[in-house]
T-cell receptor
């Protein structure tokens, strides 16, 4: 089972910031939070990851709360091409596998 | 420049047949994976190889046999195909067995009739 909880779907207007929440209340101190997305009919795409500090790259920003029990992925200026299922993942176990949950289906509205 | 490629993209076959899906990565990664995405869109890991050594083997029927001839290739052979094997199969690669920054291929849609 995935260790994360995400809303099943969200809408966001094109050009606005999309803020995708994720709860991971049982996260351990050395577990990273990863975000992937899957655009329809394509393979998942890595977006960003973080441990404690906020992170930013060319695709998105990741805000992790101080207690690390939740995080938010921010797409600063959403476009129609950002329509996808977004997965928040906490790596579990010692065998290094990642477990994809149900994710959040993000719809960008024109 | 394709980072992770899979062939074929589509595969339609009858029950009982044996088929293979090939995966190649040109990223220089040392770890490769196979995932299965079923009709409900759940994405589950099947196998993982690090430097040609099997490191993850989930509860997968032994009709599925991965083979890694070298670090850049991980093929999936499926014997005696069943209707329930119909799914999209994704190959992925990463650098290091503990990396969760994985790069996925475009997928192979397998349909068993």
């Amino acid at each position: 089972d995935a260790k994360t909880t995400q809303p099943p779907s969200m809408d966001c207007a094109e050009g606005r910031a999309a803020n995708l929440p994720c709860n991971h209340s049982t996260i351990s101190g050395n577990e990273y939070v990863y975000w992937y997305r899957q655009i329809h009919s394509q393979g998942p795409q890595y977006i960003i990851h973080g441990l404690k500090n906020n992170e930013t790259n060319e695709m998105a920003s990741l805000i992790i709360t101080e207690d690390r029990k939740s995080s938010t992925l921010i797409l600063p200026h959403a476009t129609l091409r950002d329509t996808a299922v977004y997965y928040c993942i906490v790596r579990v176990g010692r065998d290094d596998k990642i477990i994809f949950g149900k994710g959040t289906r993000l719809h960008i509205l024109p | 420049d394709t980072a992770v490629s899979q062939t074929p993209k589509y595969l339609v076959t009858q029950m009982g047949n044996d088929k293979s899906i090939k995966c190649e990565q040109n990223l220089g990664h040392d770890t490769m994976y196979w995932y299965k995405q079923d009709s409900k869109k759940f994405l589950k890991i099947m196998f993982s190889y690090n430097n040609k050594e099997l490191i993850i083997n989930e509860t997968v029927p032994n009709r599925f046999s991965p083979k890694s001839p070298d670090k850049a290739h991980l093929n999936l052979h499926i014997n005696s195909l069943e209707l329930g094997d119909s799914a999209v199969y994704f190959c992925a690669s990463s650098q290091g067995r503990q990396s969760t920054e994985q790069y996925f291929g475009p997928g192979t849609r397998l349909t068993v009739t």
